[in-house]
């Protein structure tokens, strides 16, 4: 009875050690999305696959208040997503990050806590913009069967 309890266990699909569960686990996106989600943050997710080039770009929507006043939340929302990006399982991915906002200080508000957060990681470039919306671009290389 022992036995074919056993060769029954083993026959079972064990789900953590499941590839396509620790892929999925694993994903930068999956991860992204769900701090976002879980902050309260507003945002959406465009790809872009061909043979060459995997394009993966996040949008992150500030509010206008939030930014004004320095709220907490975005000092987390920064923290996150440099503690995220800067993990060893995504160092071979190149990532940028762009903080749009249509006031200097502004930009330079979200940049300092975004460069804090991702202690000069090689594979993050930072950059800031002005635009009449508040916003967070993370955009993500993935490598191609051509490309790198």
Do not use: W
């Not at 903080?99 to 470039?125: H, P, V």
């Amino acid at each position: 009875m022992v036995l074919i309890a056993l060769a029954t266990c083993a026959c079972a699909p064990y789900r953590q050690q499941d590839p396509a569960f620790l892929r999925e686990r694993s994903d930068i996106h999956e991860r992204l999305s769900e701090v976002l989600v879980r902050d309260g943050f507003s945002h959406d997710l465009q790809s872009r696959r061909d043979d060459l080039e995997h394009l993966d770009v996040i949008r992150v929507r500030l509010s206008l208040d939030s930014v004004k006043g320095r709220h907490y939340s975005l000092e987390k929302l920064m923290a996150d997503i440099g503690r995220i990006c800067s993990l060893p399982a995504y160092a071979h991915l190149p990532i940028r990050i762009v903080i749009m906002a249509a006031d200097e200080g502004d930009q330079m508000y979200l940049y300092a806590l975004l460069a804090t957060a991702t202690r000069g990681s090689r594979n993050i470039s930072v950059a800031s913009g002005e635009s009449t919306r508040n916003e967070i671009g993370i955009t993500v290389r993935h490598p191609g069967r051509g490309g790198s």
